[in-house]
């Protein structure tokens, strides 16, 4: 069922979190209660993102169905429906990253300069579906998924609007905004800065950090996903140490998750040395 073994407890993770969505959604109607939750899932949906990214680049079932059941539930958590990731992201993105004038992702004004973080993430996030339209264009059986799955997910969401209007606003509505936009925001610390250049090696940052890499499926070593944009998020640490010795010192980034990197927390993660 699954392509890798990897996969099953991440999806496991998070389709016990969409369970707990939907019994919170059938049981609770306290506003109170509905805002503590979403505020204490606003990080771990947040790193949903990542994982939606990674199926996106490889399908995480071997069975087509199963992926669509799969994307829809991504698309409650994170904004982001059926194939818009594949055509901005895979077939955008990664294609044009090099060249600021076209990048879906760009971090450059027209005018050359440097976007600030949240002017870039209001600009990706506003624009999300409408590039992926245009990269649609060039891929319309894609697109028709796309349009398709977008249409069933609208007709759920509003569906659950309708029979219980606060709930889901607070447990969808709500989190698949504010997730859209994590998606966007998550993704400037990628290449935002560097010199233009052709080299793929000096066009991306990197984040080695084991807990930032566990909770994201090696997002870090972004280096590598450039490279070889189709390897799978669990073999992206093998893939970075046949390349590290050409990534340049300067290509490598500190975070806050720094924080977690000492024994304790490295030992509460299961990723003590």
Excluded at 124 to 131: E, L
Excluded at 185 to 208: P, Q
Excluded at 238 to 253: F, S, V
């Amino acid at each position: 069922m699954f392509r890798k073994t990897a996969d099953r407890l991440p999806v496991f993770l998070i389709l016990s979190l969409t369970l707990v969505d939907f019994i919170l959604y059938f049981t609770v109607e306290n506003f109170w209660v509905l805002a503590f939750y979403f505020a204490l899932t606003v990080v771990p949906k947040g790193c949903i993102c990542s994982w939606n990214h990674h199926h996106q680049h490889t399908k995480t079932f071997r069975f087509t169905p199963l992926n669509r059941l799969l994307e829809l539930v991504y698309a409650l958590h994170t904004g982001v429906t059926t194939n818009l990731w594949l055509l901005h992201h895979v077939f955008g993105h990664h294609h044009n990253y090099l060249d600021q004038t076209i990048d879906e992702s760009r971090w450059k004004r027209k005018d050359g300069t440097l976007m600030s973080e949240w002017e870039y993430t209001l600009n990706v996030a506003f624009t999300a579906y409408y590039r992926g339209y245009l990269v649609g264009k060039k891929h319309p059986h894609h697109y028709r998924t796309h349009v398709i799955y977008t249409a069933l997910a609208v007709a759920l969401v509003l569906a659950l609007t309708i029979y219980h209007p606060l709930q889901a606003t607070m447990l969808f509505t709500i989190p698949m905004v504010v997730g859209l936009f994590i998606t966007a925001w998550v993704t400037y610390d990628h290449h935002a800065g560097l010199s233009e250049t052709e080299d793929h090696f000096k066009a991306s940052f990197n984040n080695i950090n084991p807990v930032f890499n566990l909770v994201t499926g090696n997002l870090g070593y972004h280096t590598a996903h450039h490279y070889r944009q189709g390897v799978h998020w669990s073999e992206l640490p093998a893939l970075h140490d046949t390349i590290k010795d050409e990534i340049p010192r300067e290509m490598y980034k500190t975070s806050f998750w720094e924080v977690f990197n000492n024994s304790f927390f490295l030992k509460l993660f299961g990723l003590s040395r």
